[in-house]
């Protein structure tokens, strides 16, 4: 399993991002996913995650109604629309998908966030 995240960028105080993941390679009975970031001189912490089918979903508090993730299985893509960006949202976002008893990472996409 690859995956490879896109949509990262800087971006104003206020302002919106979509990032993407694509998964590519054996992408057959992928489990859950999720977003995760990292801040400079911080721990990688979870964003926010969706089941499967899509179906369910969970946001760290510091994301809640702001940030929307999804997916889109018959095309083996993962999203997740960021809207009202702050500074501390600034971080390497990394996309995690999990396959049986194995995670899979993707090498991150920057997200710089200016106030």
């Known amino acids: 399993v690859q995956l490879v995240e896109s949509g990262g960028g800087l971006v104003q105080a206020g302002g919106s991002l979509r990032l993407s993941c694509a998964v590519s390679?054996?992408?057959?009975?992928?489990?859950?996913m999720g977003w995760y970031r990292q801040a400079p001189g911080k721990q990688r912490e979870l964003v926010a995650v969706?089941?499967?089918?899509?179906?369910?979903?969970n946001y760290a508090d510091s994301v809640k109604g702001r940030f929307t993730i999804s997916r889109d299985n018959a095309n083996n893509t993962m999203y997740l629309q960021m809207n009202s960006l702050k500074p501390e949202d600034t971080a390497v976002y990394y996309c995690n998908a999990k396959k049986f008893r194995m995670d899979y990472w993707g090498k991150g996409t920057l997200v710089t966030v200016s106030s």
């Open positions: 969706i089941s499967s089918g899509g179906g369910s979903t």
């Open positions: 390679g054996s992408a057959f009975s992928i489990n859950a």
